[in-house]
């Protein structure tokens, strides 16, 4: 169980395409969706956090009007990167968690990822 | 000071080996803790919940130390294919924050 699917895993456009990242939970309902992006040999850095039904919290330094996020489902988060640059460039990662009563939080699970390069 | 602080390696063991990391966290508060492994341009995987009891896994052990505020992965008869980046994460009561360390990087060798 707890099988997170993320699509397309490999973009490769032009400079100043917009890029539409999909991440579905496919075997349970994630109230709550994270994406990250993840730079060769660093770390993983949360973008922002997205609630069904919500605006997503975004990270400090994460410019919501580049990386829009749209979480319309319990079951279906998208991000979108708006005129993309070669310096948005990365590894984009999802994960999904569903929250199992107060103070209590399942682990997160990760889709494959999305390995977007602009050209 | 990070939250969630960990060594970055990396740890370079013979195959067989038993090796052990910490993961140390600043914040009381922390709920539950994970360890996650990570594969070069690869995703991280849930490897284990960390219980208060301590769990096992296999060859992989996890404990947690409230009072000094530190989990730990224990790795038995290392294998090659145990090679990976690994990530602890924190997350904190009644939020959904997770908070991930850097990860410790473990290179098995033959």
């Known amino acids: 169980g707890a099988v997170v699917s993320q699509h397309p895993s490999w973009v490769i456009c032009k400079s100043g395409t917009s890029v539409k990242i999909e991440c579905r939970s496919l075997?349970?309902?994630?109230?709550?969706m994270f994406w990250y992006r993840q730079f060769p040999k660093q770390s993983l850095m949360l973008m922002a956090t997205?609630?069904?039904?919500?605006?997503?919290?975004?990270e400090q330094g994460v410019e919501k009007d580049k990386f829009l996020i749209n979480h319309a489902s319990l079951t279906l988060s998208t991000l979108t990167v708006t005129s993309a640059h070669p310096e948005d460039s990365s590894f984009y990662i999802c994960?999904?968690?569903?929250?199992?009563?107060?103070?209590?939080?399942?682990?997160?699970?990760f889709g494959d990822g999305t390995r977007l390069s602009i050209l | 000071r990070k939250e969630v602080e960990q060594d970055p390696g990396p740890f370079n063991v013979p195959e067989g080996a038993t090796v052990a990391f910490n993961c140390t966290y600043s914040?009381?508060?922390?709920?539950?803790f994970f360890w996650y492994r990570q594969d070069c341009r690869k995703e991280p995987k849930l490897l284990m919940s960390?219980?208060?009891s301590g769990n096992e896994d296999g060859r992989f052990t996890a404990q947690l130390n409230r009072a000094s505020q530190y989990i730990s992965l224990l790795i038995r008869d290392s294998k090659l294919s145990d090679s990976a980046t690994y990530l602890c994460?924190?997350?904190?009561?009644?939020?959904?924050?997770?908070?991930f360390g850097t990860g410790t990087r473990l290179k098995v060798l033959a």
């Open positions: 960390v219980y208060s």
């Open positions: 914040n009381s508060a922390s709920q539950s």
């Open positions: 994960s999904a968690s569903v929250k199992q009563g107060w103070g209590s939080n399942q682990p997160q699970h």
């Open positions: 994460v924190v997350t904190y009561s009644g939020t959904y924050k997770y908070i």
């Open positions: 997205s609630n069904e039904g919500s605006k997503a919290t975004y």
């Open positions: 075997d349970f309902q994630a109230t709550t």
